[in-house]
Nanobody
Framework: QVQLVESGGGLVQAGGPLRLSCAAS????????MGWFRQAPGKEREFVAA???????????DYADSVKGRFTISRDNAKNTVYLQMNSLKPEDTAVYYC????????????????WGQGTQVTVSS
């Protein structure tokens, strides 16, 4: 079992940065692939970024095309925390952002993730 708590959301002007954090409980955090998803009003939840297992005891980062070059996902296993650094934010990035944990390899598909946080609101003003 893993419990996830996101923080760091808020209101930011277009072009600005924001860093989201996701704190995880449990001793086996390092064994989970971690992902970030977002859901805007009236839209389906969509993939944002993930740290996926490469099969060689390392992770690799994967990003949605819409955030590639602007967002960076990282993790600190000593702190049981995964981060999403968001730069050059756009109004279309406005959404509730969720972190998720996958005990297998990690994918871009929300249904593959077993554990979810409660979400944190990000609002980008133009």
């Amino acid at each position: 079992q893993v419990q996830l708590v996101e923080s760091g959301g808020g209101l930011v002007q277009a072009g600005g940065p924001l860093r989201l954090s996701c704190a995880a409980s449990g001793r086996t955090f390092s064994s989970y692939a971690m992902g970030w998803f977002r859901q805007a009003p009236g839209k389906e939840r969509e993939f944002v970024a993930a740290l996926r297992w490469s099969g060689r005891n390392t992770y690799y980062a994967d990003y949605a095309d819409s955030v590639k070059g602007r967002f960076t996902i990282s993790r600190d296993n000593a702190k049981n925390t995964v981060y999403l650094q968001m730069n050059s934010l756009k109004p279309e990035d406005t959404a509730v952002y969720y972190c998720a944990a996958d005990p297998v390899v990690g994918t871009t598909t929300a249904d593959e993730y077993d554990y979810w946080g409660q979400g944190t609101q990000v609002t980008v003003s133009s």
